[in-house]
């Protein structure tokens, strides 16, 4: 597959934050560096390192552009990044090595490409806007992704994530309707999950309170492999971020119906 210059940028950048956080991984956590930014809120510095890495490396290649990052980078350019350097903090202060690092590209409003990598399994998820979602993995051939085709919520495999305050008490009376009639996990990582419904592993995702940086990557992932996402009352997304459901389409009015009700 060949990648436009930002896609296959994103990609070379991906991969060196993935190394990056993968060596500290295996850390003890007064070396990690573990700090609570709120309650439930963590912070390491493998999340203050790579995204160092990435906004250097944006700014050195592309020294136009902007760069909104979850640790603070802020800067305005004539198009941006948006760049959660690590997705998961929590997993991964204390080595449970599920994971993920997001870079998306956003030019005019539309995000143009992005790139999902989950660290720990080696694997990159690319997408184009326009020319589809695919898989890079180390001794396979890139491939291209594609939804699942389940069509019931009791035969689905579902992923949540679990907010913050305010969100959070609202989001987990959710909870019980999906669990009783379809299997769920809570993996803590939402770019990862939204990777995951683009390749079929999940059938749909639902979060409330999402930041731009957490999906940007993630969403233009599923929707370029035959997905659909919108808000949770159905809407389309104006903006990356905020209350976000995910789902391979054929789920979506029924997993609208369960998160409203």
């Not at 050195?60 to 997705?87: I, Y």
Request: hydrophobic share 50%; with cysteine; net charge negative.
């Amino acid at each position: 597959m060949a990648f436009s210059e930002v896609s296959a940028f994103a990609l070379e950048v991906a991969r060196e934050a993935a190394d990056l956080v993968m060596r500290i991984l295996p850390e003890a956590a007064a070396l990690k560096d573990v700090r609570h930014k709120g309650p439930l809120d963590l912070v390491t510095r493998a999340d203050d390192e790579a995204e160092r890495l990435i906004a250097a490396r944006i700014r050195a290649r592309f020294p136009h552009h902007g760069v909104l990052a979850e640790e603070g980078t802020s800067v305005t350019g004539e198009a941006r990044w948006l760049v959660d350097p690590v997705d998961g903090t929590g997993n991964f202060a204390h080595g449970f090595p599920l994971f993920a690092v997001s870079i998306a590209f956003e030019e005019r409003g539309a995000v143009r490409c992005g790139v999902v990598a989950v660290p720990s399994l080696n694997e990159f998820f690319v997408a184009e806007h326009g020319s589809g979602a695919y898989l890079m993995a180390d001794g396979v051939p890139p491939g291209r992704l594609s939804v699942s085709h389940v069509a019931e919520i009791g035969s689905a495999l579902i992923a949540t994530g679990l907010p913050g305050e305010p969100a959070r008490p609202r989001h987990i009376a959710t909870l019980p309707r999906i669990m009783r009639g379809a299997m769920m996990r809570i993996t803590g990582s939402a770019a990862m999950n939204l990777a995951y419904v683009a390749a079929g592993r999940l059938d749909a995702f639902w979060e409330p309170g999402l930041n731009p940086w957490d999906v940007a990557a993630g969403i233009l992932l599923v929707e370029e492999a035959g997905g659909r996402v919108t808000d949770l009352s159905g809407r389309r997304l104006q903006a990356p971020g905020g209350d976000v459901l995910a789902t391979n389409g054929a789920l979506h009015s029924a997993m609208l119906d369960a998160v409203r009700r």
